[in-house]
Each structure stands twice: as structure tokens, then as C-alpha cells.
Antibody
């Protein structure tokens, strides 16, 4: 199971910080992922991180300059930081597990098979 | 970036009927295609992975086919709980991983 935590409200221009805690299972392997849904919009992939001895992070190019994803293997957690937020960053943020075959995501692809319940973040001025 | 286009945007049907949802990719995604169901206030739920494989616990009335750029999710004998948003998603060429814009089944 995955559980998001973090403030429900962030001020414009500040940094949004969210944490996802994994209960049961290991954070080793898999791609740990943040996805958001802005009001009235579809699902948007933000970033993922994989730990298999070394940590590899990948970002949506549209957000890359403002996003940092990290993993704390000792605490079975991974985190998202989104800087310089605006009202357009208001969204429901989901953490999730992306299940690939191997570190390079070969076929078959097993999909994003585990999701947190989502946390609503409102950016206000 | 691979763009996924879902059609129709909205599908209006009744319980007991069958639904056909389409997802078209701007370039080949091979078998790296998944489908999700999303209900308001809930987390998205994986329905189909690897184009046509049902995820754990997904009823047999959900099926999917396709290859390369054209994919279809079919739902037979619609149940009341099937009325939701449906998204396709690709992981062939990334970042970014991309989703379609969704089909609302009402």
C-alpha cells in the first residue's frame, strides 16, 4: 500500500513537498512514480525514481526544471518536490508503483499497478 | 513525446450494453500499453497491462486488443459500477510516460 502525505495548501512561488510511504514490500526495484490530475484535466505523469543499488530519476520534460524526486530506502519512502508553484499546480497528486520488467523496462510491461489514494494540493496566493 | 488520442470523449450507454473505447498513438508503442479506470474521489485502477492482459481481480467482461498504434478496450454487459473515466497509457517511449485524455463512460 502507498500513502501520500504533505500539506494540502502551498503558497504561490513556494515549494510543494510530498512524501509517499510504502507499507508492505520493498522499495527496491520498480519505478516509484508521481502522477497528478489537475481540475478538469486528465492524468499527468510527473516523475519516477528507481532504486536498484543506484538511484535513477526521470522527469517529465515539461516540469523537469522545477521537480526533484528522491527515495529513502531506509524508511521505504519516496518524495516529490515541486518548486516555484503557481495556481496551475493545484491538483490531486498520486504516488504509484510502475511495474516494469527489469531496470530497463523490457516487455512485458505490467502497468502502474499500485496507487496511493491521492492527496489534494491547492496553491494559493 | 507520444500522444495518445482516445475516442470518443464521452460514451453514453446503459447497463447491460457493451462499450468500445479507442486509443490511438501518434507512433508505435508496441505492447507497452495499459488501461485504467478512474472514478471520482478514488485512485485510478489498473485494468489491462501489456495491451490485453487483465490485471488481478478485473472481471472477464473487460477485454482489450490492439498493436502498434491502435488499441481498443471493450466492456461487455455493462454493470453500474463500470461507469467511470477510462485512460490509456504508454510506456514505450519515455520520458514522458503519457496518458490519453480519457473517455467518460456515462
Amino acid at each position: 500500500r502507498l500513502l501520500e502525505s504533505g500539506p494540502g495548501r502551498v503558497q504561490v512561488s513556494e515549494t510543494l513537498s510530498l512524501t509517499c510511504t510504502l507499507s508492505g514490500g520493498s522499495i527496491n526495484s520498480y519505478y516509484w512514480t508521481w502522477i497528478r490530475q489537475r481540475p478538469g484535466k486528465g492524468l499527468e505523469w510527473i516523475a519516477n525514481v528507481q532504486y536498484g543499488g543506484i538511484t535513477t530519476a526521470n522527469y517529465n520534460p515539461s516540469l523537469k526544471s522545477r521537480v526533484t524526486i528522491s527515495v529513502d530506502t531506509s524508511r521505504n519512502k519516496f518524495s516529490l518536490k515541486l518548486s516555484s508553484v503557481t495556481a496551475a499546480d493545484t491538483a490531486v497528486y498520486y504516488c504509484a508503483r510502475d511495474h516494469c520488467s527489469g531496470p530497463h523496462c523490457y516487455s512485458p510491461y505490467y502497468g502502474i499497478d499500485t496507487w496511493g489514494q491521492g492527496t489534494t494540493v491547492t496553491v494559493s496566493s | 513525446e507520444i500522444v495518445l488520442t482516445q475516442s470518443p470523449a464521452t460514451l453514453s450507454l446503459s447497463p447491460g450494453e457493451s462499450a468500445t473505447l479507442s486509443c490511438r498513438a501518434s507512433e508505435s508503442v508496441g505492447a507497452f500499453l495499459a488501461w485504467y479506470q478512474h472514478k471520482p474521489g478514488q485512485a485510478p485502477r489498473l485494468l489491462i497491462y501489456d495491451v490485453s492482459n487483465r490485471a488481478s481481480g478485473i472481471p472477464a467482461r473487460f477485454s482489450a486488443t490492439g498493436s502498434e498504434t491502435d488499441f481498443t478496450l471493450s466492456i461487455s454487459n455493462l454493470e453500474p459500477e463500470d461507469f467511470a473515466l477510462y485512460y490509456c497509457q504508454q510506456r514505450k517511449s519515455w520520458p514522458p510516460i503519457t496518458f490519453g485524455q480519457g473517455t467518460r463512460l456515462e
